[in-house]
Structures are given as structure tokens and as C-alpha cells.
């Protein structure tokens, strides 16, 4: 690999492609006059679960999107990606100009969003409003009044007016020249009325699936591929929403999948290869119950080995042994269980209360389990990484999270993988330090730890959060929530190269990562689908 911006890897295959698979969970469907486009507003959902959080960002966190697509071919022309869930859609009568109206509950005072318009000529997107509203309906009066239903501004307005939302018409001339932040929603008479009517959210779905099948196509709901492995012969496992694993061929070809009312988060595949755990969260917070399974690869057979009142996060070492991490609030009373290879319970560990912005500490094909131990009063104070005694069965501290005075303040999320080398034995993870104001820029980082003395031998900074880590040939890999993959040579943290992630010409947002040499990385993204990659030699 040389060094260069742009090209990390070469995407061979999109595995669960399908009809509208950019959008995720779609919430609003509708066609433009003339029959030529659909436009889709949908979401793949948060990028949270029980045992982690990967949404922090030194910028604005799009985890909604639009697409318009193609009414012949259902080819995405246009993927929008907004801040806020998207509420109205509606194509300008006359002009190729599509608009957005998008916007929640803070869940404490405001209601938020905002009011964008798509050039479907060129794709350029503007957001016209000039304060933050939330858009809730939208309907062309004609070519030059837009009907705008909106939220009231805050608690406040929603008690003095005794209405949760208002109606006001915004005239433009030429709404194709209209700039950003440019309309105040004040200089228009607002009504108002009765709260909106969500009949098209709950029928955006079957509206897909109807479109999809009419071209003899299946609509299939796929989001957030927690969990990716490559195995040796070529096999892709991958674990998501609705789907505690699924296996591929090399050749992209489905082979079998385990379905879960809940969401597939950790898939880790034990030593022999022809087995793997499996860590299925139920998904509500409601119902917080793990299931824990082994799996057969051949053929996707499942055996139960733990049903948990709990959620849970699993931590595995080369060997085969496994730990149960309760991730739970409450979850600092109880030991955590460690498990041989066979499942057979061999000690139990205290190692405090987890919680899913400071504890994730998932370091692949490492030598021992490792944890993250809080050692101040609060379990989130001084955290060290900490290993199991294989003799004596006891946590041993083995170094702190923070590797120097900068980054002592507290460093959330660490994934990370073990590698040996020519340099020696390290542990490379990624962190960010927490802030008042929130994820700053250069506030993340990479960073080679010397094992077992935790020594800093390089660092890597970035501007937002890491969602996966793992090497290969020399070459650590690294993707975050921007949507970019980064290749560092693992010797002198020195940048190979990186680029942004794309499916169908599209950016993907990945949320896992695995590789298998020579050359396979496998990527997991928000929106269901899994790149499966080539990478070249550091």
C-alpha cells in the first residue's frame, strides 16, 4: 500500500443490497408529479446498544436520511443525510426541487429541525429556515407557496397557544434561488392546528414493498450490522437488527440466517473455527434480556447457553475463553462469569458497574481477558485495563487507560485489537476524551500500547469516534463514525491511507470491521449492508 488519500480498499461485493436499502426503516413515501422519482425518508435507527455507543461526533450526527430514486429502476440518484427524523416530504409541482421537513422533541424543552430543499438536478441541498423549527407537514399550494406545518417552538409556546403545532404558507418567487437560513418563519401568519396525523409513517413500509415487488423485487428491512467475521474458506458472518447471525459465501450468496426479535451485537468466533458466540440484546430497554448462543457455522445450528435477565457484553481471549459482562445499571453488584471454550464455568470476577460510554473494551485476539476496571469512587474514575489470572483465577491491573497527563482527564471507548510483531507485543485501541462541550476536534485518538506495561509508542488523532479496530498484514485498520476508513502501518502509526466509505456511489456509515489475510477486511455499516473488501500490503 502506498501513500496516498482516498484508496484503503476496493469493495468486491455489497451483501443485503435490495430496494432502498440506503434508508433504512422508511417513515415517509411519495412519487413527483410526473411519475419519474421516489422519494423516501427513513432512518436505520441510533447507533447505540446496550453494551456501546458510537454516535459521538466533532460534528452534526446524521443517522436520518432521504434518498430519491429512479421510479424505472429504483437506482438511488440522491441520498440526503439530516440531523433530525424526517416528517414530510413534497416534490415542487413544477421545478425539480424536492422539499424536507425534518425535526423532533429535544426530549426536555425545544422541538427542533428544519426545512431543506433538494436541487434534483444537482443534488444540492440547502436548509432555509432561519431558526430551528421542527417541520412536521409540507404541501405545494403552487409554484410559488409552500403550506408549512410546524411544531410550536417549545414547552413554553405549547402551553401559551394550548396547540402543539401551527400552519403558516411561505411564497417565494424562484424557490430555486433561495439561500440558506434566509426565511424567517416570523414574517409569515401561523394558524393553529390540530396535531399531525402519522397514517403515512405506519404505511411507508408495505408502500416500499409494494413498489419493489411490482418490478419483481423484495424489499427487505436491514439496519445496523453490530457485529462482522471473515473466515477462512471465504465465509462472511454478520450480526444486525432482527438477525442474531447470518452467514454468506465468498461469492456474496446467502447460506443461512438465525432470526432474533432483538439485534445481533457480538459475534465471536471460537478458536477451532467451526463455531462461534453469539450476543443477541433484545433491543428494548423495556426488556433488556442477552441471549448468549454457540452457533454452528456449517449450517447456522443453535445452541442456547445462557438466557440472561440482563444485558451483557462478552469479552474473549485467543484461547476460547469468554466472560459476561453485565452492562446493566445494576450490574455492578453482580461477578462477572468466565467460561472454558467448552462453556463450563471456571471463575467468576468482580470488576464493578459498566456503562456503555466509558467500559466497551473489545481487544481482538488478545493473549488474556481484558476489561476496563474503574479504580476511583466512581466507576467511570481512573479506569485501568485489567486481565484474568489464568492460574489463580483473581483481576489484575496491568496499566491505565490514560497512557499520559493530556488525555488523563477520561477516555471513553476503546476498542482495539493484539497484535506481535518486529516492534514486540501491543495492544492498539482507539479512545476519545471527554469534554464538557462534547466530542472535540482532535479529541480522538489511536494509540499503540506496549503489552503487558501499557507504554505509548505512537498516537493517531482524529475528530470523530471510532467505531471498529483490527489488523492485518502490518496495517491496523480503523473506521469511524464519519464514514471513513484509515489505514495506519502498526509499527509507527505512519497514515498508508484512508478514504470514504461508499456502497451503489452513496456514503455508508460502518459500524464493524473484520479481516481475514491475506487480503479481506470486511465492513459492516448502519444502513444493513456489508462491504466485502481487498485491501493491499503496507
Given at each position: 500500500m502506498t501513500d496516498i488519500e482516498g484508496t484503503v480498499a476496493s469493495v468486491r461485493y455489497?451483501?443485503?443490497?435490495?430496494?432502498?436499502?440506503?434508508?433504512?426503516?422508511?417513515?415517509?413515501v411519495v412519487t413527483d408529479p410526473t411519475g419519474e422519482h421516489i422519494a423516501v425518508g427513513g432512518s436505520a435507527g441510533y447507533p447505540?446498544?446496550?453494551?456501546?455507543?458510537?454516535?459521538?461526533?466533532?460534528?452534526?450526527?446524521?443517522?436520518?436520511?432521504?434518498?430519491?430514486?429512479?421510479?424505472?429502476?429504483l437506482r438511488c440518484r440522491w441520498l440526503l443525510q439530516l440531523r433530525w427524523p424526517v416528517n414530510a416530504l413534497a416534490f415542487h409541482p413544477e421545478r425539480p426541487i424536492l422539499a424536507v421537513g425534518s425535526g423532533s422533541y429535544d426530549g426536555g424543552y425545544m422541538f427542533e429541525g428544519e426545512l431543506t430543499l433538494l436541487d434534483l438536478d444537482s443534488g444540492r441541498d440547502v436548509s432555509i429556515l432561519k431558526a430551528s423549527r421542527e417541520v412536521t407537514r409540507l404541501c405545494w399550494r403552487d409554484g410559488q407557496t409552500l403550506e408549512v406545518t410546524l411544531s410550536v417552538r417549545d414547552d413554553d409556546e405549547l402551553e401559551e397557544l394550548g396547540t402543539s403545532a401551527v400552519t403558516t404558507t411561505i411564497t417565494l418567487d424562484d424557490w430555486t434561488a433561495v439561500s440558506a437560513r434566509s426565511v424567517r418563519v416570523a414574517?409569515?401568519?401561523?394558524?393553529?392546528?390540530?396535531?399531525?396525523?402519522?397514517?403515512?409513517?405506519?404505511?411507508?413500509?408495505?408502500a416500499l414493498r409494494a413498489i419493489a415487488s411490482g418490478m419483481g423485487l423484495r424489499r427487505v428491512l436491514r439496519r445496523r450490522v453490530w457485529a462482522v467475521a471473515a473466515l477462512a474458506d471465504g465465509r462472511v458472518l454478520a450480526g444486525l437488527d432482527q438477525v442474531a447471525a447470518e452467514c454468506w459465501t465468498g461469492a456474496g450468496e446467502p447460506l443461512w440466517s438465525l432470526p432474533t426479535d432483538g439485534t445481533g451485537c457480538q459475534i465471536l468466533?471460537?478458536?477451532?473455527?467451526?463455531?462461534?458466540?453469539?450476543?443477541?440484546?433484545?433491543?428494548?430497554?423495556?426488556?433488556?434480556?442477552?441471549?448468549?448462543?454457540?452457533?454452528?457455522?456449517?449450517?447456522?445450528?443453535?445452541?442456547?447457553?445462557?438466557?440472561?435477565?440482563?444485558?451483557?457484553?462478552?469479552?474473549?481471549?485467543?484461547?476460547?475463553?469468554?466472560?459476561?459482562?453485565?452492562?446493566?445499571?445494576?450490574?455492578?453488584?453482580?461477578?462477572?462469569?468466565?467460561?472454558?471454550?467448552?462453556?463450563?464455568?471456571?471463575?467468576?470476577?468482580?470488576?464493578?458497574?459498566?456503562?456503555?460510554?466509558?467500559?466497551?473494551?473489545?481487544?481482538?485476539r488478545a493473549p488474556a481477558l481484558l476489561f476496563l476496571k474503574g479504580m476511583g469512587k466512581e466507576p467511570y474514575e481512573d479506569k485501568w485495563v485489567v486481565a484474568l489470572d489464568p492460574e489463580r483465577h483473581v483481576i489484575e491491573p496491568l496499566f491505565p487507560l490514560a497512557w499520559d497527563a493530556v488525555c488523563g482527564r477520561q477516555i471513553l471507548d476503546a476498542p482495539g485489537v493484539f497484535i506481535s510483531d518486529a516492534e514486540g507485543d501491543a495492544?492498539?485501541?482507539?479512545?476519545?476524551?471527554?469534554?464538557?462541550?462534547?466530542?472535540?476536534?482532535?479529541?480522538?485518538?489511536?494509540?499503540?500500547?506496549?503489552?503487558?506495561?501499557?507504554?505509548?509508542?505512537?498516537?493517531?488523532?482524529?475528530?470523530?469516534?471510532?467505531?471498529?479496530?483490527?489488523?492485518?498484514?502490518?496495517?491496523?485498520?480503523?473506521?469511524?463514525?464519519?464514514?471513513?476508513?484509515?489505514?495506519?502501518?502498526?509499527?509507527?502509526?505512519?497514515?498508508?491511507?484512508?478514504?470514504?466509505?461508499?456502497?451503489?456511489?452513496?456514503?455508508?456509515?460502518?459500524?464493524?470491521?473484520?479481516?481475514?489475510?491475506?487480503?479481506?477486511?470486511?465492513?459492516?455499516?448502519?444502513?444493513?449492508?456489508?462491504?466485502?473488501?481487498?485491501?493491499?500490503?503496507?
Open positions: 455489497v451483501l443485503g443490497d435490495g430496494p432502498f436499502a440506503e434508508i433504512g426503516e422508511a417513515r415517509v447505540q446498544w446496550a453494551g456501546r455507543d458510537v454516535a459521538k461526533t466533532s460534528g452534526t450526527g446524521v443517522w436520518n436520511h432521504v434518498g430519491v430514486y429512479d421510479a424505472r429502476t414574517d409569515f401568519p401561523a394558524t393553529p392546528v390540530e396535531g399531525v396525523d402519522d397514517t403515512n409513517r405506519a404505511t411507508a413500509e408495505a468466533v471460537d478458536p477451532g473455527g467451526a463455531t462461534a458466540i453469539v450476543n443477541t440484546w433484545r433491543g428494548r430497554w423495556d426488556d433488556p434480556r442477552a441471549i448468549i448462543e454457540r452457533v454452528g457455522l456449517a449450517d447456522g445450528s443453535r445452541e442456547p447457553l445462557h438466557i440472561l435477565g440482563y444485558p451483557a457484553v462478552i469479552t474473549t481471549d485467543d484461547s476460547g475463553r469468554f466472560a459476561v459482562r453485565d452492562t446493566s445499571y445494576e450490574g455492578g453488584h453482580r461477578p462477572t462469569p468466565v467460561f472454558d471454550p467448552s462453556g463450563a464455568l471456571v471463575a467468576e470476577v468482580q470488576l464493578g458497574r459498566y456503562d456503555l460510554f466509558n467500559h466497551f473494551f473489545d481487544i481482538r495492544v492498539i485501541h482507539a479512545g476519545w476524551l471527554h469534554h464538557g462541550h462534547g466530542l472535540l476536534p482532535g479529541n480522538v485518538h489511536v494509540v499503540r500500547r506496549s503489552y503487558p506495561d501499557g507504554r505509548a509508542r505512537w498516537t493517531h488523532s482524529a475528530d470523530h469516534q471510532v467505531t471498529a479496530v483490527d489488523a492485518l498484514g502490518g496495517i491496523v485498520y480503523v473506521t469511524f463514525n464519519s464514514g471513513e476508513l484509515l489505514a495506519l502501518r502498526t509499527t509507527d502509526g505512519h497514515v498508508l491511507g484512508r478514504q470514504r466509505l461508499m456502497a451503489n456511489g452513496h456514503p455508508v456509515v460502518p459500524l464493524s470491521l473484520g479481516t481475514h489475510p491475506p487480503d479481506t477486511v470486511v465492513i459492516g455499516t448502519m444502513d444493513g449492508r456489508i462491504l466485502v473488501c481487498r485491501v493491499g500490503k503496507a
